[in-house]
Every structure is written in C-alpha cells, then in structure tokens.
C-alpha cells in the first residue's frame, strides 16, 4: 500500500514563492501529482506527471506558474512561483498506484496525502 507525504506548506507573500515535496514509499506509482482544496470548497486538479518526466499536464490556474518534477521514482516537487491569495489551499500528493494512465487522467489517482497548508496573504 503506496503512502504519501507531502512537506513545505507555510505561509507567504502575494508574489512569493515555495516549494513542496512528497515522498512515496510502500511501492513505486505510475503518476504522480497534486490536488488542493481550497477553504470551503472541493478538491481540485493542479498537475501530474507520469512516473519517467514525460508527461504533465497543468491546470490551467497553475500554468506558467507551478513547476513539478519528478525528482525520484518515489519523489516529486512542486515549485510554485508568484503565488496568489486564490493558491491559498491544502495541497494533497496524489499517486497513481494501479494502473498507467497519462498525467491528466485525473481518475487513476487513488492514494493521497495527508496534505500540507498554503497560505498566501494579500
């Protein structure tokens, strides 16, 4: 059973900038990625990558943005630049644990994070 967990939440400056992490033991997933939710609202899409680099697909809130990469088999980042009140959220790892699928399937992902809060003031 694949687990996940998610590192460098904290809270920034409109225009700053962080970096989070999540590591994935317990088995190598196909893609990886993040959702978020934000306060009051549903989880939501951010971007997966697939287990070699190849595929990624962005939300297009996040696009220009975000970088994620897959930095290990059981390791991807997340470098979010110019960040913006509406990032505020919990941001979740998510893997693909069963099955190949391309990044932007978000359906194939079935392990999560416990999640790491983003705060960004205005």
């Known amino acids: 059973q694949v687990q996940l967990l998610e590192s460098g939440g904290g809270l920034v400056q409109a225009g700053g900038s962080l970096r989070l992490s999540c590591v994935a033991s317990?088995?190598?997933?196909?893609?990886m990625g993040w959702f978020r939710r934000p306060p009051g609202k549903e989880r939501e899409y951010v971007v997966g990558i697939s287990r070699g680099g190849g595929s990624i697909y962005y939300s297009d809130s996040v696009k220009g943005r975000f970088t994620i990469s897959r930095d290990a088999d059981n390791t991807i980042s997340l470098e979010m630049k110019k960040l913006e009140p509406e990032d505020t959220a919990v941001y979740y790892c998510?893997?693909?644990?069963?099955?190949?699928?391309?990044?932007?399937?978000?359906?194939?992902?079935?392990?999560w994070g416990q999640g790491t809060q983003v705060t960004v003031s205005s």
């Open positions: 317990g088995g190598t997933p196909f893609n």
């Open positions: 998510t893997a693909a644990t069963r099955f190949y699928s391309t990044a932007s399937q978000v359906n194939a992902y079935d392990a």
